[in-house]
C-alpha cells in the first residue's frame, strides 16, 4: 500500500532561517503529491503540489521538488517567519484515486 | 466562494447523547470526505462519497458511526451513541475529483464528549 512519511516535529527555528522539512513516500504508481499547511485551529490547506517527476511545487516563498528517484518531496523555504508556524502534512494521490495517503505532520515553531 | 462550511464549530455533549455534524461542500465538487484527527492517532480518513455515493467507509470506526449525503450541497456524520472517546475535531473536505485535484477542507469540528 502507499505511504507518507515525515520527519518528526517540531521543528524549532528562529525567524529568517532556512527550513527543511523532510517528506518521502511509498506508491505503487505514479502519484500526485502536496504540502498542505494547518494554522491552529484551522483546517488544512493546500500550499503547493507536484503532479509529475521533476515538477516544483512553489508558494508564499515555499517550494518542493518532486524527486521520483528518491521518493522524496521535502519542503523548503529560505527564510521563514513567526506567522509559518504552523503543522505541515505531506500528501500523495495516485492517479485516477480518490483516496489520498497523508503523513503524520510536523509541527514548525518560529521564534522572534 | 465560500469554501467547505461545516456546523457546529464546537459541540460538547454527554456520554450517550446522539451527534450530528453537518457539511456544505464547494459547489461543483463531486468528491466529499469526512477525517477525524486527534493527537493520538493524526488525521483519519472515516468515509468518503463520489457523487453522493458512499464508496469506501472503511475507516468509520464502528456502528456507532454512520454518515450520509442526501444531495451534492449537504452531508452527515452521526454519532449515536456518543463516548468519551470520540472526542476529536471533525473535518469534511471536499473535491474536485481525484489524482491531481487537491482537497478543500472546511474549519472542523471540535467535539467533546463528557
Known amino acids: 500500500g502507499n505511504s507518507v512519511t515525515q520527519m518528526e516535529g517540531p521543528v524549532t527555528l528562529s525567524e529568517e532561517a532556512f527550513l527543511t522539512i523532510n517528506c518521502t513516500y511509498t506508491?505503487?504508481?505514479?502519484?500526485?503529491l502536496f504540502w498542505y499547511v494547518q494554522y491552529p485551529g484551522e483546517g488544512l490547506q493546500l500550499l503547493l503540489k507536484?503532479?509529475?517527476?521533476?515538477d516544483k511545487g512553489s508558494n508564499k516563498g515555499f517550494e518542493a521538488t518532486y524527486r521520483k528517484e528518491t521518493t522524496s518531496f521535502h519542503l523548503e523555504k529560505g527564510s521563514v517567519q513567526v506567522s509559518d508556524s504552523a503543522v505541515y502534512f505531506c500528501a500523495l494521490r495516485e492517479g485516477g484515486s480518490y483516496i489520498p495517503t497523508f503523513g503524520r505532520g510536523t509541527s514548525l515553531i518560529v521564534h522572534p | 466562494d465560500a469554501g467547505v462550511i461545516q456546523s457546529p464549530r464546537h459541540e460538547v455533549t454527554e456520554m450517550g447523547q446522539e451527534v450530528t455534524l453537518r457539511c456544505k461542500p464547494i459547489s461543483g465538487h463531486n468528491s466529499l470526505f469526512w477525517y477525524r484527527q486527534t493527537m493520538m492517532r493524526g488525521l483519519e480518513l472515516l468515509i468518503y462519497f463520489n457523487n453522493n455515493v458512499p464508496i469506501d467507509d472503511s475507516g468509520m470506526p464502528e456502528d456507532r458511526f454512520s454518515a450520509k449525503m442526501p444531495n451534492a450541497s449537504f452531508s452527515t456524520l452521526k454519532i449515536q451513541p456518543s463516548e468519551p472517546r470520540d472526542s476529536a475535531v471533525y473535518f469534511c473536505?471536499?473535491?474536485?475529483?481525484?489524482?491531481?485535484?487537491?482537497?478543500?477542507f472546511g474549519p472542523g469540528t471540535r467535539l467533546t464528549v463528557t
Open positions: 473536505a471536499s473535491s474536485l475529483g481525484g489524482g491531481t485535484y487537491e482537497q478543500y
Open positions: 506508491a505503487t504508481g505514479y502519484p500526485s
Open positions: 507536484a503532479t509529475k517527476a521533476d
